[in-house]
């Protein structure tokens, strides 16, 4: 059977056609031009990601921040908010004045009775100023002159997958850039051979809520943005080796021809180019393999532990010389921000007591109440503190009252947004100070409130940039992290920067 014969083409018909040479040849002349255009506003193919801000809206007090997210809700009348009134009316309802028709979770919204719990824990006077701190924080009280507690935290969301995401992200729904892509998207990098934004993640945590890479994703921003997570092992970031028989040389040849081809087609067909005139995915496809090329030497160094000294290891506690601890994890930040990381977030799980509280938060102390305090000392020693944003907290607070059956010896807490408290230094913040103020019952908040958005509009000053002015246009409008809200919490900062 002979073969059929197609007809032509409409493209092989227009081929040599004047009307069609002439179109390819003004596409081609208006390629050339917005190619030019685009190497001088975009990232170039294969370089580091550049900030979007051309320079910072104020004089920066902070370079980088650490933050050190405790997942799954810190009992704050455990931790930072001594309530004497708890303990003196220990098993008593809750009254009715108090709670004032606040909604509850469906876990405890079913009991007849909220019978108030009193806090296992004593509570001690430490530094200059007599901040209260729980017994089970002995290494916190020790740097209370660094630190400022924030006692007025609260937020919007009562379950955790929400209220994690509106604290990395500022929004409950997920889909968003995290506060790490933003920071990365806004300032660029500090070290073209590292990710602008790591995330490690405790192994030696209680899986009791999950994490999702969403939480340090880059949403609808240039996916070079999101962050990198490090793992305990062998091999720190998944992938990054060079497949067996492919050699250095090889990658960096591929790599090279990579770029090539898209500056090639980019020129011809200018996929992927947003509103701004940025092609975007292009590049930042090619940004991320150039970066995972020069990661290849980078990560092995920044996170070999064994230049430390033994005095360092002591410092962060017993699980500092196991990588992957919480201990090992806070130490191996203060290694990438001595290396220009911007943005380094630890994840520790574990805090979400329902029942078991005691023994519970206890137990969580045990594990990070050390390595925290260490990283600020740490830092200060290093000379570090001084322009590096230590933030320590979770997504919610606990309960006054017990959710569930309450024994002599135990109680739980339930999810609680209306307030809880976080801590903060380094960075231009106010140290040696307390901030905010709840009521008898660590209920609600009764003076120095501090919602999420204030407290990344208030990160974000202290980085040198105003909140309402870094933006990106997507959707037909104009993003940002802390959305339509937030304000700058001056009282928090060491020496209020002046409005513009």
Known sequence: MSTPILPPSYDELMRFSRRHFLGVSALGLGGLGLADLLETQSTPPGQAPSAALASSHFPPRAKRVIY?????????LETLDPKPMLRTMHGQPLPESVRAGQRLTGMSGYQGVLPIAGSFTGFQRHGRAGIEFSDILPHTAKIAD?????RGMHTEAINHDPAITFFCSGHQIAGRPSMGAWMSYGLGTMNKD??????????DASRDQPLYARLWGSGFLPSEHQGVQFRAGSEPVLAL????GVSPHARRAMLDTLGALSRSARMQEFPGVSDDGVSTEIDARLAQAELAFRMQTSVPEATDLSSERDETFELYGPGAREPGTYA?????ARRLVERGVRFVQLFHQGWDQHGGLPSGIARQCQ???QASAALVLDLKRRGLLEDTLVIWGGEFGRTAYCQGRMT??????????RCFSMWLAGGGVKAGSVYGQTDDFGYGIVDGGVHVHDLHATMLRLLGVDHERLTYRYQGRHHRLTDVAGRVVDELLANPITRP
């Open 241 to 244: 080796s060079n497949p067996e």
């Open 194 to 203: 590292l990710p602008s934004f790591i995330v490690l993640v405790s192994k």
């Open 328 to 332: 090992a994890n806070c130490l191996l």
């Open 408 to 417: 002599a010896n135990d109680y739980g807490r339930d999810h609680h947004p």
């Open 68 to 76: 050190l997210f405790q997942s799954g809700g810190p009992s704050h």
């Open 367 to 369: 594990q990070t109440d």
């Open 146 to 150: 660094d630190i400022c507690v924030v």
